[in-house]
């Protein structure tokens, strides 16, 4: 039962190089999410893809791309990192909206360093 | 901008004591607050309270909202190690039905 899988777990990137982040979710889930996690800032919404073919932005998405691919993969692209997205990264995912009672289920996380 | 305080940042414990988190917000329009438990990794979904005065408890844990002063109490009764995590406190105003905004968390360390 594997809910929301992530790749990679750790990543090391110079500044200006692009990379994407991989999510994908095994539990038939409309939405899905990126966040960020950084000390003492507590989980930040970058995008989130309410359904299949939508994406819209959160709290910080500057910086960052996002592909949902399909209803399962919701990817998370930067395109010329800067230190300043050294961050763990965490894809989510809910059944529909969190209004509906649904809570979201998150993946393990992707560290990502950039130096 | 909406604003989630959680208090303390952080505590330590000993096995048997009980802990009670604190989590203070400022949202226009609230809607619900939910909260999380996350040991080193992903967190994991807790509670989800929207009506005031309502107690949710699973187990040992137990928590409530008060929507009059804006906060929310999240208590562990009879601590264990396996309690030791960061707990995360989240609201979700009327406007969004996706936008959780987080708070940075309180650090809870039981020590046997």
């Known amino acids: 039962n594997a809910g929301v899988t992530q790749t990679p777990k750790f990543q090391v990137l110079k500044t200006g190089q692009s990379m994407t982040l991989q999510c994908a979710q095994d539990?038939?889930?409309?939405?899905m999410y990126w966040y960020r996690q950084d000390p003492g800032m507590g989980l930040r919404l970058i995008y989130y893809?309410?359904?299949?073919?939508?994406?819209d932005k959160g709290e910080v998405p500057n910086g960052y791309n996002v592909s949902r691919l399909n209803k399962r993969e919701f990817s998370l692209r930067l395109e010329s990192a800067a230190p300043s997205q050294t961050s763990v990264y965490f894809c989510?995912?809910?059944?529909?909206?969190?209004?509906?009672?649904?809570?979201?289920?998150f993946g393990e996380g992707s560290w990502l360093t950039v130096v | 901008e909406d604003k989630v305080v959680q208090s303390p940042l952080s505590l330590v414990v000993h096995e048997g004591d009980t802990v009670t988190l604190n989590c203070s917000y400022e949202?226009?329009?609230?809607?619900?607050l939910l909260w999380y438990k996350q040991e080193k990794k992903a967190p994991t979904f807790l509670f989800m309270l929207?009506?005031?005065?309502i107690e949710k408890k699973s187990g040992r844990l137990s928590s409530i909202l008060d929507k009059k002063e804006l906060f929310s109490i999240l208590n562990i009764t009879a601590t264990q190690t396996g309690d030791s995590a960061v707990y995360l406190c989240?609201?979700?105003?009327?406007?969004?039905?996706?936008?959780?905004?987080f708070g940075a968390g309180t650090t809870v360390t039981v020590r046997a």
């Open positions: 929207t009506s005031s005065g």
């Open positions: 989240a609201v979700l105003p009327v406007e969004s039905d996706y936008k959780l905004s």
């Open positions: 989510a995912s809910s059944e529909v909206a969190v209004t509906s009672g649904n809570t979201i289920y």
């Open positions: 539990m038939n889930h409309n939405s």
């Open positions: 893809s309410a359904s299949e073919g939508t994406t």
């Open positions: 949202v226009t329009n609230f809607r619900s």
